[in-house]
């Protein structure tokens, strides 16, 4: 199994259309991330788990589930950093693959010592960016192959169905 680590605001922070959004609106951002999060797990199977620091969320560590999308605020005075290290420990084993998502250099480098895969804010971006446009290409094709819903008829011709529809001959 393949799970990805997401350090939250690192990517928020990263990625222009999330930045763009955080300034009005930090909430809509982490939803946001988690929408795109949630099309990268169905699309590749990966157990995602995003993880934000708490310094924005106050009080206890909280967790939600979200689409098939694990959200992780951690405690105080617990950075996400510290979190990512501690759940790729956790979850490390001989039949899991852990990828961490951060452009923080030095955690990529701490979770590299851990046999964990790094992987970079720009490179998940790309990687979201090349899945979203394999998901519309199968939109498109799927709408393309669906026979017409309605058939166009005469106004003489649709009398007639509507009558041997009723019984009347």
């Known amino acids: 199994m393949d799970i990805l680590l997401v350090d939250g605001y690192n990517i928020i922070g990263a990625w222009a259309e999330l930045r763009a959004l955080k ?37 206890t560590e909280k967790k939600y589930h979200n689409f098939k999308i694990e959200t992780i605020f951690t405690k105080e005075n617990e950075s996400a950093d510290e979190r990512i290290e501690k759940l790729a420990i956790q979850l490390n084993n001989r039949k899991t693959q ?12 701490s979770i590299f010592g851990q046999g964990a895969l790094r ?17 519309e290409k199968s ?14 008829l005469s106004s003489e011709v649709a009398e007639i169905f509507e009558k041997w529809r009723r019984g009347e001959h």
Not at 34 to 57: K, L, P, S
């Open 119 to 135: 992987k970079s804010a720009r490179e998940l971006f790309i990687e979201v960016q090349g899945i979203d446009n394999k998901i």
């Open 98 to 109: 852990i990828h961490v998502a951060t452009s923080d250099f030095t955690e990529q480098w």
């Open 23 to 59: 300034e009005k609106d930090l909430p809509a951002a982490r939803d946001r991330l988690v929408e795109m999060m949630a099309d990268y797990q169905a699309f590749t199977g990966y157990r995602v788990i995003i993880v934000f620091d708490a310094h924005y969320v106050k009080g």
């Open 139 to 152: 939109v498109q094709k799927i709408q393309e192959q669906r026979p017409l819903t309605k058939i166009r």
